[in-house]
């Protein structure tokens, strides 16, 4: 039987548990850059919750992206001084921590938020070496890996996308030619780092010549061959359907129920079939029987949840130790809108769920 508190391994790495905490792009670092007193408590009490793996909230790649007003950027002359104490603090706990790296928007002078089909070849060669030089900085600052974002919306999510993606030179039309840009920074950030490499992946896009199932699965191998060590399984739009309605998985259901309520069990089952890395099953739970249940009644193996822990960064403690735990997170999405990592649901209303 497996457990969400089991202490495992998480390719070189050794857990405390299966939860992985995963972030968004919400922010609480100050107009200056810097983070605050806040955030260092967050991430120490998320540590010393129980969790298996941290992952941080979105770390923008430019500081004028979409939401670099709510992310921290590798830009910033700070970067690695912070993030250092942030790492060193987690660490303590013998939890280990991961960057999440990526961008929405690529903006050129006065071209902006540029389609994919328009970027040139040095456009191509100044993201990856952007991402590269980012990469080296999170190495420095002492995490233990990056997550780059390949799921939901993001820029590169938009390359390997047959939907978005219309070029017709070596970086469009074929699977590998759409992720080329993917797999030559890795091959670098291989060679100049010791970073943990996991990457953030829809399971399937939602409009019609998107990603299906079967081109996630070519994808995840392609990953795996060229030296990706962990995967993340996601959705476009992912918050916005795990809502409210979403929220429970009652433990008498069936394996089958549990699939049809969450389409990411049976996708990430898929892919976990086609690859020898961790797979990490992203989205949609939040309570302790759920979770055990989904454990056992698939071959899911790590879930991830990032909401639950901005309702209260500490519930794992209570579900050790009282057992049939459940988030006070409703998933009301409002943290998410919101942009700031608050919960902003007021808890006398909580109680009434």
Same mark, same amino acid.
């Given at each position: 039987? #497996?457990?969400?508190?089991?202490?495992?391994?998480? %390719?070189? *790495?050794? +857990?405390?548990?299966r939860i992985i905490r995963t972030g968004l792009w919400e922010s609480e670092r100050e107009s200056s850059g810097n983070l605050t007193p806040?955030? /260092?408590?967050? /991430?120490?009490?998320?540590?010393?919750? %129980?969790? %298996?793996?941290?992952?941080? $909230? +979105?770390?923008?790649? /430019?500081p004028r992206d979409? !939401?670099?007003?709510?992310?921290?950027?590798p830009h910033f002359k700070r970067f690695v001084r912070e993030f250092k104490d942030l790492t060193d603090l987690v660490h303590v706990y013998d939890v280990p921590i991961f960057a999440q790296l990526g961008f929405v928007q690529f903006n050129k002078h006065a071209e902006q938020n540029m389609r994919v089909e328009d970027l040139s070849i040095e456009d191509i060669r100044k993201i990856q070496t952007d991402f590269i030089i980012a990469c080296q900085k999170i190495d420095y600052a002492g995490f233990d890996g990056v997550q780059i974002a390949l799921g939901?919306?993001?820029?590169?999510?938009? =390359?390997?996308? @047959?939907? =978005?993606?219309?070029?017709? &030179?070596? /970086?469009?039309?074929?699977?590998?030619?759409?992720l080329r840009i993917v797999l030559e920074m890795i091959k670098v950030i291989k060679q100049n780092t010791k970073l943990h490499i996991n990457v953030r992946l829809n399971a399937f896009e939602i409009q019609s010549g998107g990603m299906t199932i079967d081109d996630t699965i070519e994808i995840a191998k392609l990953l795996e061959k060229h030296g990706v060590d962990s995967l993340q399984i996601t959705r @476009?739009?992912?918050?916005? =359907? !795990?809502?409210? &309605?979403?929220?429970?998985? @009652?433990?008498?259901?069936?394996?089958?129920?549990?699939?049809?309520?969450? @389409? *990411?069990?049976? $996708?990430?089952? #898929?892919?976990?079939e086609n690859v020898n890395i961790p797979v990490i099953m992203g989205g949609g739970v939040n309570n302790q029987n759920q979770i055990n249940n989904i454990l056992n009644k698939s071959k899911i193996e790590f879930i991830s949840m990032q909401r639950p822990f901005v309702a209260d960064p500490t519930f794992l403690v209570e579900? $050790?130790?009282?057992?049939? %735990?459940?988030?006070?997170?409703i998933m009301c999405n409002n943290c998410y809108w919101k942009k700031t990592s608050t919960c902003f649901f007021p808890r006398s209303c909580k109680d009434k769920f």
């Amino acid at each position: 039987m #497996k457990d969400l508190f089991d202490y495992c391994k998480f %390719g070189d *790495l050794n +857990l405390n548990s299966r939860i992985i905490r995963t972030g968004l792009w919400e922010s609480e670092r100050e107009s200056s850059g810097n983070l605050t007193p806040e955030i /260092y408590n967050r /991430y120490e009490n998320i540590a010393a919750s %129980g969790v %298996g793996l941290i992952i941080t $909230e +979105l770390i923008s790649l /430019y500081p004028r992206d979409a !939401f670099s007003k709510y992310s921290h950027t590798p830009h910033f002359k700070r970067f690695v001084r912070e993030f250092k104490d942030l790492t060193d603090l987690v660490h303590v706990y013998d939890v280990p921590i991961f960057a999440q790296l990526g961008f929405v928007q690529f903006n050129k002078h006065a071209e902006q938020n540029m389609r994919v089909e328009d970027l040139s070849i040095e456009d191509i060669r100044k993201i990856q070496t952007d991402f590269i030089i980012a990469c080296q900085k999170i190495d420095y600052a002492g995490f233990d890996g990056v997550q780059i974002a390949l799921g939901n919306y993001y820029f590169l999510t938009r =390359f390997i996308s @047959p939907y =978005f993606n219309k070029r017709e &030179d070596k /970086y469009g039309g074929s699977t590998v030619n759409r992720l080329r840009i993917v797999l030559e920074m890795i091959k670098v950030i291989k060679q100049n780092t010791k970073l943990h490499i996991n990457v953030r992946l829809n399971a399937f896009e939602i409009q019609s010549g998107g990603m299906t199932i079967d081109d996630t699965i070519e994808i995840a191998k392609l990953l795996e061959k060229h030296g990706v060590d962990s995967l993340q399984i996601t959705r @476009p739009r992912s918050p916005q =359907f !795990f809502s409210k &309605d979403n929220d429970r998985t @009652p433990s008498e259901f069936t394996s089958r129920e549990i699939k049809k309520k969450n @389409p *990411l069990i049976e $996708e990430s089952e #898929k892919i976990m079939e086609n690859v020898n890395i961790p797979v990490i099953m992203g989205g949609g739970v939040n309570n302790q029987n759920q979770i055990n249940n989904i454990l056992n009644k698939s071959k899911i193996e790590f879930i991830s949840m990032q909401r639950p822990f901005v309702a209260d960064p500490t519930f794992l403690v209570e579900w $050790e130790l009282k057992g049939n %735990g459940q988030s006070k997170c409703i998933m009301c999405n409002n943290c998410y809108w919101k942009k700031t990592s608050t919960c902003f649901f007021p808890r006398s209303c909580k109680d009434k769920f």
